[in-house]
């Protein structure tokens, strides 16, 4: 089943969303690296494999549904209490203020390359502001893509968390992961 000319749904019966973050400063050792999945997105893809200029991505999150899957490293392994207190930050002001910025959005400006390798630039929201991303991906041949891209937490508004008195934080950059397999068409069957 290859990749071919069409419209395809987004979402968690189609694929991951994952958010992954590192730590910095001094009391590096004591954190963990987290590993984020968000629950709630949907999306589509305008593919037009011979023309990929005239293809399109947009997704949009539900920062709500942000939920901590894995924390590596640290002194300690990673509790469900800490779980459920780090999906309490991530709501925070600080962070996302997940009341007032209920989503954060992703919309595509340009795309180029080949289903096997190829590269989205677009643009993403988050807490109200827009800065400009380039998504990294490639594709197997068989609906299965994989990318990636590096955000700096700072571009749009959000503190890195802290602790003890800063002498553990996490880093600013994160890297957004995902794996899309088995994609759904959205303009009716092959």
């Known amino acids: 089943m290859t990749l071919t000319d069409g419209r395809y749904r987004l979402g968690p019966s189609t694929g991951r ?21 968000a629950t709630r997105w949907s999306g589509e893809a305008v593919v037009a494999v011979s023309a990929p200029d005239r293809s399109s991505v947009r997704v949009t999150i539900e920062t709500a549904s942000l939920e901590v899957r894995e924390g590596a490293g640290g002194l300690k392994p990673l509790t469900d209490a800490d779980r459920a207190e ?5 709501g925070d002001k600080a962070l996302l203020h997940t009341a007032e910025h209920p989503t954060i959005t992703f919309r595509s400006t340009g795309i180029a390359g080949t289903p096997q390798s190829f590269e989205i630039t677009g643009d993403l929201t988050i807490k109200g502001r827009t800065h400009p991303v380039t998504v990294h991906g490639k594709g197997n041949g068989d609906r299965l893509l994989r990318g990636w891209a590096t955000v700096t937490q700072s571009t749009w508004g959000i503190k890195p968390y802290t602790a003890f008195l800063g002498a553990l934080r996490l880093a600013d950059e994160v890297r957004v992961e995902f794996e899309v397999a088995g994609l759904e068409r959205a303009d009716g069957p092959e």
Do not use: V
């Open 17 to 37: 969303l994952l958010i992954k973050t590192g730590r910095a400063g001094l009391g590096r050792r004591a954190g963990h690296d987290l590993t984020i999945e």
């Open 86 to 90: 780090i999906k309490r930050t991530l």
